[in-house]
């Protein structure tokens, strides 16, 4: 089975910065995409930012010109660089992967969150 790994979370002042990882193991054969959520208490599960296997990138309108997704190929691993931190930014972020497993069903798996939260 697939197995997402997330790190990087922890608390930070409005305007410092903060760098999320998430790596992905297990019976992959190609990921389609590889991506960012968050969700805040009381708040909808919202995308930030993800990665396509073009290599295009997608950002949510909130990050845009702060965050930077970007991905390392031969570990499976996704990030996301957090700048210009705002308290709006906490939330639960999520790591989502959508891939195709080596039998060449299409699947998605979640990691297990990590929390980030920004003080003013």
């Known amino acids: 089975q697939v197995q997402l790994v997330e790190s990087g979370g922890g608390l930070v002042q409005a305007g410092g910065s903060l760098k999320l990882s998430c790596a992905a193991s297990?019976?992959?054969?190609?990921?389609?995409?590889m991506g960012w959520y968050r969700q805040a208490p009381g708040k909808q599960r919202e995308l930030v930012a993800d990665?396509?296997?073009?290599?295009?990138?997608n950002y949510a309108d909130s990050v845009k010109g702060r965050f930077a997704i970007s991905r390392d190929n031969a570990k499976n691993t996704v990030y996301l660089q957090m700048n210009s931190l705002k308290p709006e930014d906490t939330a639960v972020y999520y790591c989502?992967?959508?891939?195709?497993?080596?039998?060449?069903?299409?699947?998605?798996?979640w990691g297990q969150g990590t929390l980030v939260t920004v003080s003013s």
């Open positions: 990665w396509r296997s073009g290599g295009t990138t």
């Open positions: 297990g019976s992959i054969l190609r990921i389609n995409t």
């Open positions: 989502n992967v959508k891939y195709w497993d080596t039998i060449g069903t299409y699947l998605e798996v």
